[in-house]
T-cell receptor, first 117, second 105 residues
Framework: DSGVTQTPKHLITATGQRVTLRCSPR?????VYWYQQSLDQGLQFLIQ???????AKGNILERFSAQQFPDLHSELNLSSLELGDSALYFC????????????????FGEGSRLTVL | GQNIDQPTEMTATEGAIVQINCTYQ??????LFWYQQHAGEAPTFLSY????GLEEKGRFSSFLSRSKGYSYLLLKELQMKDSASYLC??????FGPGTRLSVLP
């Protein structure tokens, strides 16, 4: 158990819909990262937050947005869903910022599997 | 840019040694990470190199050459449970495509 909690574990929805994925980082970790992993693909970095602030952005679509709340949990919002958005979405946390000299290892949640029909 | 390359697939025999290579290009560098990911599961941390040389951790070792933009993960005494994808990532947490390792009996 990494200490990172993601909900829901599985989600099935239709094209055009909107979903929210939730992540609670490990206790004490200030950084939250979101990744998308499509079937048999690598981890695509989406976005990172540190203590409530957006710090780095990867290949995140405009239809997707995220935020980190004062209690440090984070939500990833996916809207106008398309078939190609079906993937495993991972959240990871670490104690330090992405801009630091040593961000430390990432601790991953079990992921939220999104299926868009 | 931040590009990371790894072989897509590798196969090895139980009890053998396998080396998984990773080459990278990055405008900034603060370390190279290796993660293991079993199918459908979360990645888990294996090793971290920030200085050139070899870091050994039990059956797993990782090597880094910053001047060459090159790292490898060495797995010794392979076990069936080592069948997984191995991902290298540089400090900005951009991950390579992963190498799927199959360990055969």
């Amino acid at each position: 158990d990494s200490g990172v909690t993601q909900t829901p574990k599985h989600l099935i929805t239709a094209t055009g819909q909107r979903v929210t994925l939730r992540c609670s980082p490990r206790s004490g970790d200030l950084s939250v990262y979101w990744y998308q992993q499509s079937l048999d693909q690598g981890l695509q970095f989406l976005i990172q937050y540190y203590n409530g602030e957006e710090r780095a952005k990867g290949n995140i679509l405009e239809r997707f947005s995220a935020q980190q709340f004062p209690d440090l949990h984070s939500e990833l919002n996916l809207s106008s869903l398309e078939l190609g958005d079906s993937a495993l979405y991972f959240c990871a946390s670490s104690p330090r910022d992405i801009r630091g000299t040593n961000t430390g290892e990432l601790f991953f949640g079990e992921g939220s599997r999104l299926t868009v029909l | 840019g931040q590009n990371i390359d790894q072989p897509t697939e590798m196969t090895a025999t139980e009890g053998a040694i396998v080396q998984i290579n990773c080459t990278y290009q990055t405008s900034g560098f603060n370390g190279l990470f290796w993660y293991q990911q079993h199918a459908g599961e979360a990645p888990t941390f294996l090793s971290y190199n920030v200085l050139d040389g070899l870091e050994e951790k039990g059956r797993f070792s990782s090597f880094l050459s910053r001047s060459k933009g090159y790292s490898y993960l060495l797995l010794k005494e392979l076990q069936m449970k080592d069948s997984a994808s191995y991902l290298c990532a540089h400090q900005n947490f951009v991950f390579g495509p992963g190498t799927r390792l199959s360990v055969l009996p």
